[in-house]
């Protein structure tokens, strides 16, 4: 099955600093790729979605010039949180999908926590 | 607005018997559903979905029940075993393809041995 891989798989950071979070879809090109947060006990809420070489779509209440998204190529994507805060420590999860496909491919997820 | 709701957040159930999973969705617009699993510190997996022209899927030990007029889908495992011990999630789509996907917050299943 396709296999996307997340990096790194958990940090810790000092608020106010930025943290840069790689996702790629190591055997398939991503057509899209979508950027999920999940805070304790809740569900998976989409954050973005990214086309190959433009701009990212953010969801309601998602600010994109905190969290942003470039997806320079169809195996990479990047989610940079600017000056992050204790509120933006969650589980950020990627996931890669393929135009007409039936389905998405998840990343394993990176922890976030800013102190 | 939690548009994909799993009410239990847990499920024990011997080895060899039935699990039976529930989602209930809110929004009419959604034709497209998805099952997921999810191990620790792994993301979510792939495991069945089925399209609203359809009332049931099934794959080996997986079924599919998807109900419009309750807005209610269910998954069944049957024989459930140990190794299927993880969080399932459901999610929902408004359109076919790799678009947006509204998920519930999981069911953590345990399979007794």
């Known amino acids: 099955g396709a296999v996307v891989s997340q990096h790194p798989s958990w940090v810790i950071c000092k608020s106010g600093t930025s943290v840069k979070i790689e996702c790629r879809s190591l055997?398939?090109?991503?057509?899209?790729m979508f950027w999920y947060r999940q805070f304790p006990k809740q569900s998976l809420m989409l954050m973005a979605t990214s086309n190959e070489g433009s701009k990212a779509t953010y969801e309601q209440g998602v600010e994109k010039d905190k969290f942003l998204i470039n997806h320079a190529s169809l195996t990479l994507s990047t989610l940079t949180v600017t000056s992050a805060h204790p509120e933006d420590s969650s589980f950020y999860i990627c996931?890669?999908?393929?135009?007409?496909?039936?389905?998405?491919?998840f990343g394993p997820g990176t922890r976030l926590l800013v102190l | 607005d939690q548009q994909v709701k799993q009410n239990s957040p847990s499920l024990s159930v011997q080895e060899g018997r039935i699990s039976i999973l529930n989602c209930d969705y809110t929004?009419?617009?959604?034709?497209?559903f998805l099952w997921y699993k999810k191990y620790p510190a792994e993301g979510p997996t792939f495991l069945i979905s089925?399209?609203?022209?359809?009332d049931k899927n099934e794959d080996g030990r997986f079924t599919v029940f998807l109900n419009k007029s309750a807005k209610h889908l269910s998954l069944h495992i049957v024989p459930s075993q140990p190794g299927d011990s993880a969080v399932y999630f459901c999610?929902?789509?408004?359109?076919?393809?790799?678009?947006?996907?509204?998920f519930g917050t999981g069911t953590r299943l345990t399979v007794i041995p």
């Open positions: 089925i399209s609203s022209i359809k």
């Open positions: 999610a929902a789509s408004g359109v076919t393809g790799a678009n947006n996907l509204f």
């Open positions: 055997d398939f090109q991503a057509t899209t």
């Open positions: 996931s890669g999908g393929l135009a007409g496909a039936e389905t998405q491919y």
């Open positions: 929004n009419s617009m959604f034709d497209y």
